[in-house]
């Protein structure tokens, strides 16, 4: 399943999910930094976020944007837009749920995980986001149901069965 991607490949877009000030208070005063989290994208089933700390925003998001390109993961769309079956992805205290949805519904989802589920290329799901609203858990929340979502050929071979089988 996790086969190494070829970044390279793929023409990738990046998303800016949120900026915070950060400060550490040392001896001679208090020390401000940035912190950035990204997501990136090719809005065709690659989808990544990453973490980037500097004194400069600029900086913070260019770090942010690589280490995001680091943890690009291979998530399953199938023919709707959608994900073949719902899920609970945890990360942290936070919870977020995806449920399949039929040809028309759109995206419908809380900030961060939108931003997630529109770069990585689905057309039509529906999240609910539980537990913490920390944007950076609500994103790797996301990203963790994603990931452990099979495609409908993965478990007819897991179960040793045809994907006939499997759908009905």
């Not at 749920?97 to 770069?119: F, N, Q, Y």
């Not at 039509?124 to 986001?129: L, Y």
Request: proline share 4%; hydrophobic share 40%; glycine share 12%.
């Amino acid at each position: 399943m996790n086969q190494k991607i070829d970044v390279s490949q793929l023409e990738l877009d990046d998303d800016i999910v949120a900026i915070k000030r950060v400060t550490k208070v040392v001896k001679g005063g208090r020390n401000m930094r940035f912190s950035a989290l990204i997501v990136v994208g090719d809005h065709n089933g690659h989808v990544g976020a990453g973490i980037g700390k500097a004194a400069e925003i600029p900086e913070a998001i260019r770090k942010a944007k690589e280490d995001a390109i680091k943890k690009l993961v291979t998530v399953p769309i199938n023919e709707n837009g959608s994900i073949p079956y719902g899920y609970t992805g945890e990360f942290g205290s936070a919870r977020v749920l995806l449920k399949s949805a039929p040809e028309g519904t759109g995206i419908i989802a809380g900030g961060p995980a939108r931003k997630v589920l529109d770069l990585a290329g689905y057309r039509n799901i529906r999240t609910k986001s539980l537990g913490s609203n920390n944007k950076q858990n609500v994103v790797l929340a996301t990203i963790e149901g994603l990931k452990a979502i099979l495609d409908p050929e993965d478990i007819a071979r897991l179960r040793g069965k045809s994907v006939a089988e499997i759908l009905n």
